[in-house]
C-alpha cells in the first residue's frame, strides 16, 4: 500500500497478472530531456516598472479619489522608508539565484497556489476543450481507440525522446509541461495538495458508469501492444458489458469534492482495504483516463457542459491531469486538471491527436507493424475494485451533494458566431485578439454599464517553465471605447477601437516578454504574507491590502484564447461569484464562445456579443467605404 511519504520512491502497480514498477516523482519533472537550457529564464521586473504597470493597469478601475490614494500607496511603497520592499525583491532575487535559473521564478508560487486551493475542482479549476468531430470516428468505441491510439503514440515520442522541439514563429518555447502532461495526479492532502508524476507506467484507466477498468497499453519497450482496431474491441464491449452490471457507488464523485474533505476520505479509503489503496494508486499512474459516456449532447452547449461536470459530477476523475470524454456519437474532448499544465499544451496534444486521425483516414488504416506483436484479439482489461464500509458511501453521498449544488449554479452558453473570424478582422488590419477582447468590453458595458477588471492570459512558454502572465485587456483606450461608442459616428467608431486594440497589443507584447504586473505582484505579495507569519509585529506593505489590487485581481471577466484547428470549443467557470468566464475560439470565418456564469448572466451576455459583433464589424465596413469614397472623389 503506497500512501506516498518519501520525495521520491518506486512504486508497484498491478495490472492483471502483470506486475509493473513505476517511479513517483513529487513535484518534478520526470523526463530531463525536457529542459532546454537554451532558452531564457523569465525575467524579474524591477519595482518600478511594475509599480508604474500596476498603477496604469488598475486605474480605469478607480475614481479619482480612489486613484489618488492608490498613487500614494505606490509612492510609500517606491519610497521604501524601510526597505521592506526593497527586501522582498531581494529575497525573490535570491530565490531565483538559488535555483541557478534553472526554472521561473513563479513556478513555486503557482503551483502552491493552485494545490492550496480546498475548493471544488471541476468548474472551478479545470477546463474542458472539446475536440471537432471526425466522420472517420463517429461511434464511441472507435474514436475512443482512435484517441487512445494517437494519445498514446504522442506519449512514447515523449519517452522516447523524439517529440519535436515547439516553435512559435521562430522562437523556441519550453516543453517541460510534457513531462507533467502524462501519468500525471494531484492527489488530496489537508491544506496543500500533492502533485506526483510517474515514470515507467504502461497503462491507461477507463471509467464507464462509475466503474475503473484498468488495460495495459505499452510493453516494457514502449511499443503499443494492440491495434486500433484491438481497441476499438475493448471500448466498444465493454460498453455491452457494463449495460448487464448493477450500478455501483461512483467512487469518482469524491474527486469533485472540497479538498480536505476528500483528502480526509481518501486516507480512510486506503486504511479500510489494501485493495482500495491499490486501486488509487493505478488510477494516479495511468497514462491518462478514457470515460465513456451514454448521453448523446443534443447541442454543443450541452457537450460542454457534461463535459465540464457531468451534470452529476460522476464518472470522471477530476484529479487525473487528461481524462479523455467521449459520447455514443463520436463527440469527445478532454477535461483538464490545471495544475500541471495550461491549455497550450494541451491544446498541442489535442491537435496532434485530430490531425493524426484525420490524417489515418477511415478505421483499419493503421499497419499492424506499429504494434507489438500480440497473439490477443481482445485485449485482457481488468476491474478496480473497493470496498466501502457505511461511513465511506456516506462520504459518496455527501460529495455527490456537493457536486449537485455546484452544478445547479452553473450557467453555460456557447455562441457560435459565424458572420465573420479572423479573417473579416484582419482585411481591417486590427489583432483578431485585441478585436474580440474589446467586443467583450462593448457587451459587457452594454449589459451592467460598468467597466470591470478583465482577465486574459498570456502564454510566456519561451521562458524556461513559463506558464502565464496577465493580460489585464481594460485600459483607459477601452473605457473611452466603451463611453463614446454609442454616440459616435462610424468613423469615430473605427478610430476609437483601432486605439483600444493597439493598447491591448502592446500590452500583450509586455506581458508574453515577461514584464506583466499579476505574477511579481503576487509572488511579492505571499513573500510578504509569510513574513507576516513568522515575524511578530510585522507591518504589511500597504500596497498589498489595498482594495484596488483586490479589484484588480478580482477578475468579473476571465478571459482565454485557445483557438485551433482541432477545437470546437473551450470553456471554464467564472473566477468570481458575479463574474463570467470566456473561452472562445477564432476561426478564419467563425468564432466559437463558450460563456459560463453562477448569475444567469451567460445567455443574455452571449446575445449582446452577437449584437455587438455585427454592429463593430459594420461600423469598420461602413467608415472604411467612407473613406474610400472620399479618397475617389479627391481624385
Not at 480536505?260 to 489494501?274: G, I, N
Not at 505582484?521 to 504589511?540: H, I, S
Not at 470566456?582 to 443574455?604: D, H
Request: some cysteine; charged content about 25%.
Amino acid at each position: 500500500m503506497s500512501v506516498y511519504t518519501t520525495r521520491s520512491e518506486h512504486l508497484e502497480v498491478h495490472i492483471g497478472d502483470v506486475k509493473c514498477s513505476v517511479r513517483v516523482h513529487h513535484h518534478k519533472q520526470p523526463f530531463a530531456w525536457l529542459e532546454n537550457s537554451g532558452i531564457p529564464s523569465l525575467p524579474v521586473p524591477t519595482l518600478q516598472a511594475t509599480c508604474d504597470r500596476y498603477l496604469k493597469a488598475v486605474a480605469p478601475l478607480l475614481s479619482a479619489d480612489e486613484k489618488k490614494y492608490t498613487e500614494s500607496v505606490i509612492g510609500e511603497f517606491l519610497r521604501d522608508e524601510n526597505q521592506e520592499s526593497s527586501s522582498l525583491q531581494r529575497e525573490l532575487v535570491d530565490l531565483v539565484a538559488q535555483e541557478n535559473d534553472s526554472k521561473s521564478y513563479v513556478e513555486g508560487f503557482w503551483d502552491t497556489m493552485y494545490l492550496e486551493i480546498r475548493g471544488q475542482l471541476p468548474v472551478h479549476v479545470n477546463p474542458f476543450l472539446m475536440l471537432r468531430e471526425d466522420e472517420h470516428a463517429c461511434t464511441r468505441s472507435r474514436r475512443a481507440a482512435r484517441l487512445t491510439a494517437c494519445a498514446l503514440r504522442f506519449y512514447v515520442k515523449v519517452l522516447t525522446e523524439e517529440l519535436p522541439q515547439d516553435y512559435e514563429r521562430r522562437t523556441p518555447l519550453c516543453m517541460t509541461q510534457y513531462g507533467r502532461l502524462f501519468a500525471t495526479a494531484r492527489v488530496p492532502r489537508a491544506r496543500r495538495d500533492l502533485l506526483l508524476s510517474f515514470s515507467g507506467t504502461r497503462h491507461i484507466v477507463v471509467l464507464h458508469r462509475d466503474r475503473l477498468y484498468a488495460l495495459l497499453v505499452l510493453d516494457d519497450q514502449h511499443r503499443p501492444l494492440y491495434s486500433e482496431q484491438q481497441l476499438e474491441v475493448v471500448f466498444r464491449d465493454l460498453g455491452e458489458y457494463a449495460e448487464r452490471l448493477p450500478s455501483v457507488p461512483s467512487i469518482s464523485a469524491l474527486t469533485g469534492d472540497e479538498r480536505d474533505r476528500w483528502a480526509s476520505v481518501r486516507v480512510a479509503l486506503q486504511k479500510h482495504s489494501e485493495q482500495n489503496a491499490d486501486s488509487l494508486a493505478v488510477i494516479d499512474s495511468a497514462i491518462f483516463l478514457v470515460c465513456l459516456e451514454d448521453t448523446v449532447p443534443s447541442t454543443i452547449t450541452e457537450a460542454g457542459s457534461l463535459m465540464m461536470h457531468n451534470r452529476n459530477g460522476q464518472n470522471r476523475w477530476f484529479d487525473k491531469s487528461v481524462q479523455f470524454v467521449i459520447f455514443p456519437d463520436g463527440c469527445a474532448g478532454i477535461n483538464m486538471e490545471h495544475t500541471p499544465i495550461d491549455g497550450h499544451t494541451l491544446l498541442i496534444l489535442m491537435t496532434h491527436c485530430y490531425e493524426e486521425s484525420i490524417a489515418l483516414g477511415k478505421f483499419g488504416s493503421q499497419t499492424t507493424s506499429e504494434t507489438h506483436p500480440t497473439s490477443v484479439h481482445r485485449p485482457p482489461i481488468t476491474e478496480l475494485r473497493f470496498d466501502l464500509s457505511p461511513e465511506l458511501m456516506h462520504s459518496i453521498e455527501t460529495a455527490q451533494a456537493a457536486l449537485r449544488l455546484l452544478i445547479t449554479q452553473v450557467d453555460l452558453e456557447f455562441l457560435h458566431f459565424t458572420s465573420f473570424g479572423k479573417n473579416g478582422i484582419v482585411k481591417h488590419k486590427m489583432s483578431p485578439d485585441g478585436f474580440v477582447q474589446m467586443c467583450f468590453q462593448l457587451a459587457h458595458y452594454r449589459l451592467t454599464g460598468t467597466v470591470v477588471s478583465t482577465y486574459e492570459s498570456a502564454n510566456t512558454k519561451q521562458f524556461r517553465h513559463g506558464r502565464t502572465e496577465t493580460v489585464r485587456s481594460v485600459s483607459d483606450d477601452s473605457v473611452r471605447l466603451c463611453a463614446e461608442w454609442k454616440h459616435s459616428s462610424s468613423a469615430r467608431r473605427s478610430q476609437l477601437l483601432r486605439t483600444a486594440v493597439q493598447s491591448h497589443a502592446a500590452l500583450m507584447r509586455q506581458c508574453k516578454d515577461g514584464m506583466g504586473v499579476d505574477r511579481h505582484l503576487y509572488v511579492l505579495g505571499w513573500l510578504a504574507r509569510q513574513r507576516e507569519q513568522r515575524r511578530a509585529g510585522y507591518r504589511m506593505p500597504r500596497l498589498f491590502e489595498d482594495p484596488a489590487l483586490q479589484r484588480l485581481t478580482a477578475s468579473r471577466l476571465s478571459t482565454s484564447n485557445c483557438g485551433g484547428r482541432a477545437i470546437a470549443s473551450f470553456g471554464f467557470g467564472a473566477v468570481v461569484p458575479d463574474g463570467l468566464g470566456i473561452g472562445y475560439v477564432i476561426e478564419p470565418n467563425e468564432l466559437r464562445i463558450t460563456v459560463s456564469s453562477f448569475t444567469s448572466m451567460a445567455a443574455s451576455f452571449c446575445q449582446q456579443l452577437r449584437i455587438v459583433l455585427d454592429e463593430v464589424m459594420h461600423s469598420l465596413d461602413t467608415a472604411r467605404h467612407t473613406h474610400t469614397t472620399q479618397i475617389s472623389a479627391k481624385l
